[in-house]
């Protein structure tokens, strides 16, 4: 009995120490219990403050958005008003230069008219004139009885020359005044009038006719001469007025002058002294000047044997594009992608006028009163030379890269990125034809398309190295040449003989087509 009451206590005392471990674990285990709870409720404070947080922040965020939209309303009706005042703008501009011509053309008619009076009154009197020889038949005298019509005197002589149309004219011997002096001074009168109507300010400009006239153009059928005449991508060609020199010019800012000799090119002449790359040349009508338009926001003139730049025109505030001689050697006219086209005196270096023309200007071309400039916007537009105007407006589908006028000022040729080229009849002011052809694309912005110097053709290069060429009448593609050129074909030119055709392209070469 005493071994079973030994035997329970011992058993009672190891439930007793497991009861006591059992609840220092429980004690353990409800301390982590509140650290756990304590964590949870400042987890749950911070949850609480950061969706308040995000709350503030949306309704920011929305504020800030309708803020925007109106902002938004606001920038959309100021470039509303802007653009609605930039129409007026030119709109008021086109009519004052409108008025202002027809105010000019008032003024040039009145003067006009009171000329005419004035010759058709001096016509109706009478001159007699009596020439008395030294020697002739023992003294004979001849009078002879004319009717000439003399040229109204300036107002500041009216008052002294009042007395001597009131009284009769007294002999040539007396008045110093014989017929040969009178015929003489009518005539440079007339001279005068007729030298006046085709300068600027008064002063007589020489016109150089001497560009031999092309007959019948020959097609070129083969590459006749190849060279890499540029350190690089050659952007522009141009034949001098003679058809035997050549000027090309690339982005490696130089120009090279090569003579045609024997159906091969030979170096002529280096010009150095570009600012930037070279973008158009161009020979004066007497071909001993060229000009250039760089990408350094200028054009620049050289005079054929000097290798030094003779004239910078500076002016443009982006690249020139274009830079083309007008009728006379001693003016020019610049396009840029500043959206201006300016007109230039050589002899000054000087900027006789700036045209606005709305649109970035690939091209320029020149008549004899007319500037013509192809556009980014995909149009062609016309400006009287005479009064910073436009004149006419004519679309075509695509940029316009490059423009050509015919030697008689009757047609015009265009290339444009819709890969197409265009013959639009300046006499009607209308497109009479429309080239294109499978495999024919615009290789770049500036690629050039002429006219043969016939008019018979029109030229122009490819993306993938060909010469296309179309009878300008019929409108038919009348050959491609392929063969040297393996890269896009930049521009080309037909001498004014019509015998050699060359081309330049993106990997350096010329080549010249026979």
């Not at 014989?178 to 015929?183: E, G, Q």
Request: with cysteine; charged share 25%.
């Amino acid at each position: 009995m005493a071994y079973q009451v030994v035997e329970k206590s011992a058993t009672l005392g190891a439930l007793q120490s497991e009861l006591e471990e059992r609840r220092s674990r429980l004690a353990a285990l409800e301390a982590r219990v509140a650290q756990l709870q304590e964590a949870r409720a400042q987890q749950t404070r911070q949850v609480e403050a950061q969706r308040s947080r995000n709350a503030a922040q949306r309704l920011a965020y929305e504020a800030l958005r309708a803020h925007l939209g109106l902002q938004e309303a606001a920038l959309r009706r100021l470039e509303e008003e802007a653009r609605d005042l930039l129409e007026r703008l030119v709109q008021r501009k086109a009519r004052a230069a409108a008025e202002r011509n027809l105010r000019n053309e008032r003024r040039e008619r009145a003067k006009q008219a009171r000329v005419s009076q004035e010759l058709r009154k001096a016509a109706k009197r009478t001159v007699s004139i009596s020439e008395s020889p030294d020697t002739l038949g023992g003294g004979i005298k001849e009078e002879a009885e004319v009717t000439l019509t003399l040229p109204a005197e300036p107002e500041f002589l009216a008052s002294e020359a009042g007395e001597k149309w009131k009284r009769p004219f007294r002999s040539a011997s007396a008045t110093s005044l014989t017929l040969s002096h009178c015929v003489d001074v009518v005539k440079g009168l007339l001279d005068f009038k007729k030298r006046r109507g085709h300068s600027v300010g008064g002063v007589s400009e020489q016109r150089y006719q001497s560009i031999p006239v092309c007959v019948a153009a020959r097609l070129p059928t083969r590459a006749q001469d190849m060279l890499d005449a540029h350190l690089s991508e050659v952007n522009a060609v141009c034949f001098g007025p003679n058809s035997s020199l050549l000027a090309t010019g690339g982005t490696d800012r130089l120009i090279h002058l090569w003579n045609i000799v024997g159906g091969h090119l030979e170096a002529n002449q280096t010009l150095e002294g570009a600012g930037g790359s070279i973008t158009s040349v161009d020979f004066d009508p007497s071909g001993s000047q060229v000009l250039a338009a760089t990408y350094n926001q200028a054009a620049q003139l050289w005079k054929v044997g000097e290798s030094v730049s003779k004239e910078t025109l500076s002016g443009h505030t982006d690249k020139v594009t274009a830079a083309k001689f007008k009728l006379t050697r001693h003016q020019a006219v610049t396009g840029s992608r500043d959206r201006t086209v300016k007109e230039w005196d050589l002899g000054r270096a000087y900027c006789s006028r700036t045209i606005n023309v709305l649109s970035y200007c690939n091209d320029v071309v020149c008549g004899d009163h007319v500037i013509i400039s192809g556009h980014n916007d995909q149009k062609i537009r016309f400006w009287d030379s005479r009064a910073p105007r436009c004149t006419q407006v004519i679309p075509v589908q695509g940029r316009v890269t490059s423009l050509s006028l015919s030697h008689d000022h009757l047609h015009l040729l265009s290339c444009s990125r819709d890969n197409t080229l265009k013959v639009i009849d300046l006499r009607v002011s209308n497109i009479r034809q429309v080239f294109s052809a499978d495999g024919f694309k615009c290789g770049s912005d500036w690629t050039k398309a002429v006219f043969s110097p016939d008019r018979s053709y029109a030229l122009a290069g490819s993306w993938d190295g060909a010469l296309y060429i179309w009878d300008v009448d019929t409108g038919k593609l009348e050959s491609s040449l392929r063969g040297p050129h393996c890269t896009a074909v930049n521009a080309v030119a037909w001498c004014y003989s019509g015998s050699h055709v060359v081309s330049v392209d993106q990997a350096r070469k010329v080549v010249l087509w026979h």
